[in-house]
């Protein structure tokens, strides 16, 4: 082999390799609509009902509901969000009365379900009274954070729902104290022809079915495409190198 053989192939080595570790770096965010839960026309000292002001809803935008009576925003006048320290970021945090699997729900409809893509989705939460429940086996069951697919029906809704991974609030670090919670998903992990691909996002998060008050507060996500590892493409170049070389 010449020396400007093994100086080529060294090259395209160290040049697969950089390409390979910048890849692996990026991450891509997905946006939230209203990531911090505000919504006009809220009043001081109280909590609001999806939100009820006693003669109308008020929308929280980007955000859907279940259980109306047991779901609402509250802002840093009211004496629970005081005792906290206020929201975490804004001024008011969402909240659930785990009752009737009550939840916020949130379809992106620009996001489907890619192969081999890391999703992070992260929530600041707190456990503000009663139960504090978790339940790893049943995504109804306990306060959690939770990522979903569905269809799309054609006129704006969703339909065919599927849980992709279930995030149990388990851990307290105390009462009225915020914590961020973080769940993933590998998908990767499905078949290459998983019918589950292509379909819209939805996240979800939780009040279960117990009594107690879970607010919730910033939330993110993050998708990072899943590449072979540097060395890894490095082993292929050399590979791919060594076999023009033979046919030469």
Same mark, same amino acid.
């Given at each position: 082999?010449?020396?400007? &053989? +093994? ?8 040049? &697969? ?22 919504? #006009? ?10 939100? #009820? ?11 859907? &509901? ?14 629970? %969000? ?61 306060? #959690? ?14 339909? #065919? ?7 149990? %609030? ?29 379909? +819209? ?17 910033? +939330? ?11 060395? &890894? ?16």
């Amino acid at each position: 082999m010449s020396r400007r &053989t +093994v100086w080529t192939i060294l090259g395209v080595v160290a040049l &697969t390799l950089v390409a390979g570790a910048a890849a692996a770096q990026e991450i891509r965010p997905i946006t939230i609509v209203n990531p911090v839960f505000m919504a #006009s026309g809220i009043g001081d000292n109280d909590c609001y009902s999806d939100v #009820s002001d006693g003669t109308h809803w008020i929308p929280i935008l980007g955000w859907e &509901t279940q259980g109306r009576q047991y779901t609402g925003l509250m802002n840093n006048d009211h004496p629970d %969000l005081k005792a906290a320290g206020g929201a975490p970021h804004g001024s008011q945090v969402a909240y659930t009365d785990g009752k009737n699997e009550s939840m916020f729900r949130q379809f992106l409809p620009d996001e489907v379900l890619e192969a081999d893509t890391l999703y992070t989705l992260m929530v600041d939460a707190a456990h503000f009274s009663g139960h504090w429940g978790g339940y790893a086996d049943d995504v109804w069951w306990g306060n #959690s954070i939770q990522l979903w697919v569905a269809d799309s029906d054609g006129t704006g809704g969703f339909t #065919s729902y599927k849980c992709l991974v279930s995030e149990p %609030l388990i851990e307290n670090p105390g009462l009225r104290v915020f914590s961020t919670f973080t769940l993933t998903f590998d998908s990767s992990t499905l078949s290459a022809d998983s019918d589950l691909f292509d379909k +819209v996002l939805e996240i979800r998060l939780v009040g279960g079915q117990y009594e107690g008050r879970v607010a919730f507060d910033r +939330v993110t996500m993050t998708a990072e495409t899943i590449v072979p590892e540097p060395a &890894t493409m490095g082993l292929l170049a050399l590979g791919g190198l060594a076999m023009l070389r033979r046919r030469r």
